[in-house]
């Protein structure tokens, strides 16, 4: 009730508010060579005054109020320009000459102030336009696989997160207009992101901590998915898109549909898409070590039945606007690689029944899906100018109720839910003393639940409490970035039944009278315990400060230092069960296991991750050519990972095989090949993974290059490199040296692009970890424009892996499992009107 009061308020006052009106602005904007710029965009700071310069490049805004005016100016191609006014009235005059700039300079939003890519302090990369589309792929981490310092964990091209200089899941934030998607996604690989970059008008990568804006869950980076689903401007008529696309490897069907229109004030937004595939075509076999009845040629259980609808309206007046967007996505997908469901403490009790699934295993694997419901709300307001020295205030608040069963053959199994809200309140203040900066207050609640025999951790509740500041001061050609962020989170569990004693899923090593206090008890199962945990509380206080000065004219260094700290998740903390989607037993840091491999509970508070981050860019982006070179050093204090115990849970009570260097880099496999985690084969159980903590070490660079050639033809490269270890040696799936290019042209109306992305081979791994052989992927498309009256149609022919490669992901669970797709084709049209 409280928080409808509030909205109510904050639209009133944008509705009614007046502003005494005065001045006129208008100027030319043109670049160094005095040539017009067409179509740049001007706006006043502090207010909803904004205007497009025509082909003369000229533009006007009137009803500008008396006072201090800041006027920026942007152009996607230029460096962007300012400036301001003191004491603005009547006609005002603000010509603008800008800086041609060989890197794509977007404005970014998941930002404190919304600058530029070139103004960044910290490393940052955004998808938009022509490449957004290019890149469009099934889940958000293969669309972003190209990025640098950024791969895809890829769980098949169902399920795909994006790892940002080697971290993801809980290290790694996934935001949709700046608020979480608040899905699964960070608890399980096999579990898609509830954002799609579909209907996405930019993807934006902050690399490197971002804990400031998105807390602790962001010590890796943030990967935000910008739409229009909460309309901020009012459109003349209907404007939208419509697309059609067809792949071969995969089988997809895709149409999509998006539509802005506005009726006087109310802005109104749609979109919708839906999308099938079929079972992905590979080149040769999904296993490594093949079975003698393995059919070469197809990723068995990876097909997906998509469907998402999103419709927004808002009030928009001159003063800001509020409005409020609904999201129904369902998504049924399978699980590729394989469940086998004949391990753990079932292993006694359903012998008959297991006996019957090696039958069906010899027809073939059993289907795993999953069946995800997610329906989001999000209310988002801009109120500019409320108060005396307020530029403006913004509210975004989101409530996700999502859901997903797993289904076995059609049956329902376990089920998992997360119902969260999330509210962001933010202030930015005029500049005073020089320094201009924004406050801001960070509230969520999540309940996660699951249910059913493959729950590995128990139902809990994570309630967070954050307030931050970010400022910001230039001094000539230097600005200066200052933020901190203090942050309590609060996390509780319900009890949970632990095989404590447990190696093999046996109750050898209950004692009698253990074993009598759950006899009685319908809620345990046989030989297991419950545990109560304690609710536990974490505070923290993240610090950043960084600079980036233009050293000379086209050229910038950058350098950010930060100290981050990271609260653990429920899934680290209190994992105990079978996690059937990476075939591995999860232990969290509440457990642990001992010599024997027996799980025994661990004494004591886990502790905070402590990241000390310092990032590096340096940027040439004038003339024709320019680059951007980042180097990066993470030193975690208390770094949480999955440890291979070298136990198994479910089988003998062995070892794995020391020998765990073997390397699959040989089209012909040997019979004794080891999965991903060491094993000979799954009837030694399930790889017991315990969460430990160590100090570690994350380093490394990221590097592109874009050279115009000619007014038609371009250049693009680009290279990464990551090494992580702790005290105890390497980190898993940590991604390998790759380094690409792209050869581009653009000419009357025909647009195309040959690439090539080299992966090296990976050969640091973790104990009990196999190494993966390095592969070559290559890529081309072609595209043709054609304008008809109010329409421009878009032909498009894509084709990706043109030469079969079989292509094994060392970030993925499923690297001998599930390779990438072989050859495939996209033949699509897009038109926009």
């Known amino acids: 009730m409280k928080r409808t009061l509030k909205l109510s308020a904050v639209a009133t006052a944008i509705a009614l508010s007046g502003i005494a009106h005065a001045a006129t602005l208008s100027g030319v904007v043109t670049d160094i060579s005095g040539n017009p710029i067409e179509g740049a965009a001007v706006s006043v700071h502090g207010s909803a005054k904004k205007a497009l310069t025509d082909n003369k490049g000229r533009y006007v805004i009137e009803n500008i109020q008396d006072g201090h005016v800041h006027v920026r100016v942007h152009s996607p191609r230029y460096v962007r320009g300012s400036q301001e006014f003191d004491n603005a009235s009547g006609d005002l ?130 990967v935000n998915v910008v739409d229009n689903r909460v309309p901020s401007d009012l459109v003349d008529g209907t404007e939208g898109s419509a697309e059609l696309r067809h792949e071969t490897a995969t089988g997809e069907e895709f149409a999509a549909i998006n539509l802005n229109t506005s009726a006087g004030r109310i802005g109104f937004h749609f979109d919708a898409f839906d999308r099938t595939t079929d079972d992905t075509e590979i080149p040769g076999f999904a296993d490594v070590d093949p079975e003698e009845d393995a059919m070469p040629g197809v990723l068995e259980s990876s097909a997906a039945d998509t469907q998402n609808i999103t419709a927004g309206i808002s009030y928009i007046g001159d003063s800001g606007y509020i409005g409020f967007s609904v999201q129904q996505l369902d998504n049924l997908y399978g699980i590729p690689g394989g469940h086998s469901h004949h391990h753990g403490q079932e292993h006694d009790e359903h012998e008959e029944d297991q006996d019957e699934e090696h039958d069906h295993d010899e027809e073939g694997e059993e289907i795993v899906q999953l069946d995800v419901d997610n329906r989001r709300y999000q209310v988002e307001g801009l109120w500019y100018s409320p108060f005396h020295n307020i530029d403006n205030v913004k509210l975004s608040y989101g409530y996700s109720d999502y859901k997903h069963v797993e289904l076995e053959e059609g049956v329902v199994g376990t089920q998992f839910a997360n119902e969260t809200s999330e509210l962001r309140l933010t202030a930015e203040h005029h500049t005073i003393n020089g320094w201009h900066g924004v406050m801001g207050l960070h509230l969520s ?111 910038s260094l950058a350098v950010n230092l930060s100290r981050s700290e990271r609260a653990p998740t429920e899934e680290e903390l209190f994992s105990a069960g079978t996690h059937l989607a990476t075939q591995t037993f999860d232990l969290g840091l509440s457990f642990i296991t001992n010599e024997e491999g027996e799980i025994e509970t661990r004494g004591g508070k886990a502790e905070e991750e402590v990241a000390t981050n310092i990032d590096l860019t340096w940027r040439k982006f004038s003339g024709d050519w320019g680059f951007t070179v980042t180097a990066f050093y993470n030193q975690v204090d208390d770094y949480l990972y999955q440890v291979d115990t070298g136990f198994t849970f479910g089988g003998e009570h062995e070892e794995h095989d020391d020998d765990h260097h073997d390397e699959h880099g040989d089209d012909n496999h040997d019979d004794g090949h080891e999965d991903e985690h060491g094993h000979e084969g799954e009837e030694e159980g399930l790889p017991i993974l315990n969460f430990r ?29 990551i090494r992580a270890d702790t005290d105890n040696g390497d980190l898993a799936r940590i991604p390998p040296l790759r380094v690409g290019g792209e050869v581009a042209f653009s000419y009357q109306g025909w647009n195309g692009d040959f690439g090539v992305t080299w992966y090296d081979d990976q050969t640091n791994t973790a104990e009990f970890e196999t190494a993966t052989k390095g592969y070559t992927l290559i890529e081309a498309g072609v595209d043709y424009s054609w304008y008809t009256q109010n329409v421009n149609w878009l032909f498009f022919l894509r084709g990706t892996n043109l030469t079969d490669k079989e292509a094994r992901v060392h970030t993925s669970f499923l690297a001998d499992r599930a390779p990438l797709p072989g050859r495939g084709f996209t033949l699509g049209v897009k038109a926009t009107f």
């Open 445 to 555: 609640q999540s309940d996660f639940e699951a249910v059913g025999e493959e729950a590995f951790y128990p139902s809990s509740e994570t309630d967070m409490f954050a307030v931050f500041i970010i400022e910001e001061k230039s001094f000539d050609n230097v600005t200066v970035q200052l933020g901190a962020r203090y942050e309590k989170n609060t996390l509780s569990a319900s009890p949970f039944d632990v095989p404590l004693g447990h190696q093999d899923g046996h109750d050898d090593h209950h004692d009698d009278e253990d074993h009598e206090e759950h006899h009685d008890d319908d809620h345990h199962d046989e030989g297991l315990t419950e545990i109560v945990f304690p609710e536990l509380d974490y505070q923290s206080l993240s610090l950043s400060a960084g600079a980036n000065w233009e050293y000379a004219k086209g050229y």
């Open 693 to 721: 903590q160590s100090d570690a070490d994350l380093y490394g660079f990221e590097a592109e290059i874009h050279y115009q050639l000619s007014d038609i033809w371009n250049l693009q490269m680009f290279a990464d490199y």
């Open 93 to 222: 005059t603000a010509n603008f000459v800008l800086q041609p700039s060989a890197i794509e300079n977007i404005i970014v939003t998941a930002n404190a102030f919304d600058t530029s890519v070139l103004e960044s302090v910290t490393p940052v990369s955004v998808l938009t336009g022509d490449e957004l589309r290019k890149r469009q792929a099934t889940t958000i981490g293969e669309t972003l696989k190209a990025t640098p310092g950024v791969h895809n964990s890829y769980f098949g091209p169902v399920a795909g997160n994006p790892v940002i200089r080697g971290n993801d899941g809980p290290r790694v934030k996934i935001t949709q207009n700046s608020l979480d998607v608040s899905d699964a996604s960070r608890v399980g690989a096999d579990h898609n992101i509830g954002a799609e970059s579909a209907n996405a008008v930019q993807i934006e990568v902050l690399r490197g901590p971002a804990t400031l804006l998105y807390g602790s869950g962001a010590i890796g980076g943030v």
